[in-house]
């Protein structure tokens, strides 16, 4: 799937994620803000049906959006600023539990 063929909901809400990400510092962000901005921003895209997937490696961070019904990667990005902490800091017991399942 390609953003052409998205709804316009999609395509605004992948527009809006990458406008925060650019906006946004990043690098001053705590895993606490973070996660608290990660899960607003998935909740944004639960109501396109999309999920917004998010990878911490080396402090970079990387952005996946898939759509919920294909489960097939639709935008991926990385942002420019790096992190200040690890995908483990942000990510707690329960989330990782939910996503092995």
Known sequence: ???????????????????AVIICDLSS??????????????????KVAMKLIFRIEKRRVTFSI???RTRRVVYHFAASTSVSFE???????????????
Not at 88 to 97: C, E, G, L
């Open 29 to 46: 962000m705590t895993p606490d803000r973070f996660r608290n901005w990660a899960q607003y921003l998935d909740a944004k895209f639960a």
């Open 1 to 19: 799937m390609s953003m052409h063929s998205a709804s316009k909901e999609q395509r605004e809400a992948v527009r809006q994620l990458v406008q």
């Open 87 to 101: 995908e483990s800091d942000v990510i707690r017991p329960a989330d990782m539990v939910k996503s092995v399942i």
């Open 66 to 68: 898939k759509e919920i």
